[in-house]
T-cell receptor
Framework: SAVISQKPSRDICQRGTSLTIQCQVDSQVTMMFWYRQQPGQSLTLIATANQGSEATYESGFVIDKFPISRPNLTFSTLTVSNMSPEDSSIYLC?????????????FGQGTRLTVV | LAKTTQPISMDSYEGQEVNITCSHNNIATNDYITWYQQFPSQGPRFIIQGYKTKVTNEVASLFIPADRKSSTLSLPRVSLSDTAVYYCLVFGRSSASKIIFGSGTRLSIRP
């Protein structure tokens, strides 16, 4: 399966600032997904990103707070805007192959964000 | 989207076989059943995927009854390194299908 590289792996940010997380895939994928995971909790889907169109956000997540870019089939970014301590979490990106036999998704290692 | 239900936690010992059962009563015809493993500070890692009957790979087996409303992940002869959270997921074959995580099962292996 493909490999996802996520940057940064961790960061400590001041409240009120923004952080952009990058996700690079070593092969082309149709869909990319962004998740948030609180310590000890399961993953919560933030949005789905398709190349060339606006991301689709899940309930409770809005574009102004979590703008997403998907400029091509191997790259995506998630920005956490105007951060507050409540945004402290692990953020993960995921991609799925473009069809065929393999249907599983693969994940990056995550970005551990701490807002102070 | 099919909701999954699995035990919150399980304990076992090294060398034992561990079976984790997942319930997915409203699975759709096009849905596949997929299991992931997650270690602390890492992203989830694909273990196995199946549609019906039995699937086996080098790390696990997946048993799916005919009605597909449940599935069982079987880990043979577990070791301490199998301590992790295991997620049962149900999603469609299309790359656009959303992948929603349930609560997962926290598996602890003891010496």
């Amino acid at each position: 399966s493909a490999v996802i590289s996520q940057k940064p792996s961790r960061d400590i940010c001041q409240r009120g600032t923004s952080l952009t997380i990058q996700c690079q895939v070593d092969s082309q994928v149709t869909m990319m997904f962004w998740y948030r995971q609180q310590p000890g909790q399961s993953l919560t889907l933030i949005a789905t990103a398709n190349q060339g169109s606006e991301a689709t956000y899940e309930s409770g997540f809005v574009i102004d707070k979590f703008p997403i870019s998907r400029p091509n089939l191997t790259f995506s970014t998630l920005t956490v805007s105007n951060m507050s301590p409540e945004d402290s979490s692990i953020y993960l990106c995921s991609g799925r192959d473009r069809g065929g036999i393999n249907t599983e998704a693969f994940f990056g290692q995550g970005t551990r964000l701490t807002v102070v | 989207l099919a909701k999954t239900t699995q035990p919150i936690s399980m304990d076992s010992y090294e060398g034992q076989e561990v079976n984790i059962t997942c319930s997915h009563n409203n699975i759709a015809t096009n849905d596949y059943i997929t299991w992931y493993q997650q270690f602390p500070s890492q992203g989830p890692r694909f273990i196995i995927q199946g549609y019906k009957t039995k699937v086996t790979n080098e790390v696990a087996s997946l048993f799916i009854p005919a009605d597909r409303k449940s599935s069982t992940l079987s880990l043979p002869r577990v070791s301490l390194s199998d301590t992790a959270v295991y997620y049962c997921l149900v999603f469609g074959r299309s790359s656009a299908s959303k992948i929603i995580f349930g609560s997962g099962t926290r598996l602890s292996i003891r010496p």
